[in-house]
């Protein structure tokens, strides 16, 4: 085949499918822009409703798909592509794809549970497995934490609805508790008088519910004394860390000491 008969294949070719092929292309660009636009409007909608931002994020995620599939379609059936066919093909496609991916349907299905029984929104503190962190997002598959230390915690969604899930934002108050040991020849009295005067002069810790401070054991090597104020939910860690160092503080100042673990040991020697 000689370069003039390429050449005029060529054109042929660009002539016949060149402006299909392009408005293919035409389609998806679009497609794509609409799916960012409508997604957009959509995730703005729901949030401002009762499904709040975690029901928007997931829906909007949907949305987006969606509409991506649909563009694909559609610029399919532009280059003249038999969609019936096509669409048997992707059918039979995604339930192999579906067999081979049960975990990744598990986790959608999770996540679709997740939104409609909302166990957590974004933004609530919660424990999960064993991870503790507040939820940025809750995503078709997986839910994404923040912890304290600013780590990132990615959580499949079946594992979530499988595991016990802790919400640490479903109250406005927390209780804070504490377990101070000091020595059996100490006075119990004084000691809990000294408690309850850092207490009461702490502005954060409620006064309904009130504290208690109590004898919760008499361990092995201390008296145990369960300390357990209630303050509100952004107060818990500050009011955890000083109530304890002011607690140590005034015990050395007061001369009420606060035991390590001891332990007597008898040496029994046998005589030869």
């Known amino acids: 085949m000689d370069i003039q008969s390429i050449q005029t294949t060529f054109f042929s070719l660009v002539e016949k499918y060149g402006w299909k092929v392009l408005a293919a292309l035409i389609i998806l660009i ?48 532009k280059l003249e592509v038999q969609t019936t066919s096509f669409v048997a093909i992707l059918g039979a496609a995604g339930l192999a794809v579906g067999l081979a991916l049960q975990g990744s349907l598990s986790n959608f299905a999770s996540g679709v549970m997740l939104v409609l029984f ?33 780590k990132t915690i990615i959580i499949p969604n079946s594992k979530i609805t ?46 309904d519910p009130a504290y208690t401070v109590v004898v919760a054991e008499l361990a092995d090597s201390s008296v145990n004394l369960a300390i357990r104020p209630h303050v509100e939910g952004a107060d818990y860690w500050d009011v955890l860390f000083e109530t304890q160092e002011k607690v140590k503080k005034a015990f050395d100042a007061n001369g009420i000491g606060i035991p390590f673990p001891q332990r007597d040991v008898h040496i029994i020697t046998e005589k030869a």
């Not at 909608?45 to 798909?65: D, P």
């Not at 649909?70 to 610029?75: D, G, H, L, W």
């Not at 503790?132 to 923040?146: A, D, H, K, N």
Request: proline share 3%; charged share 20%.
């Open 30 to 77: 679009v497609g794509r822009i609409l799916a960012g636009i409508i997604t957009w409007s959509v995730k703005k909608v729901v949030s401002r409703s009762k499904g709040g931002k975690t029901l928007a994020v997931f829906v909007g995620n949907l949305t987006f798909i969606g509409i991506m599939v649909f563009a694909i379609v559609a610029a399919i059936n």
């Open 118 to 150: 909302r166990p957590f929104e974004v933004g609530d503190v919660v424990q999960i497995g064993g991870v503790t962190g507040m939820v940025e997002e809750i995503q078709i598959f997986v839910t994404t934490l923040s912890t304290p230390d600013k």
């Open 162 to 207: 499988s595991d016990t899930i802790t919400n640490f934002s479903t109250s406005p108050v927390r209780r804070v508790d504490m377990v101070v040991g000091i020595a059996y020849n100490a006075d119990i009295d004084k000691a809990k008088s000294i408690v309850k005067e850092i207490l009461d002069n702490d502005p954060r810790v409620l006064k």
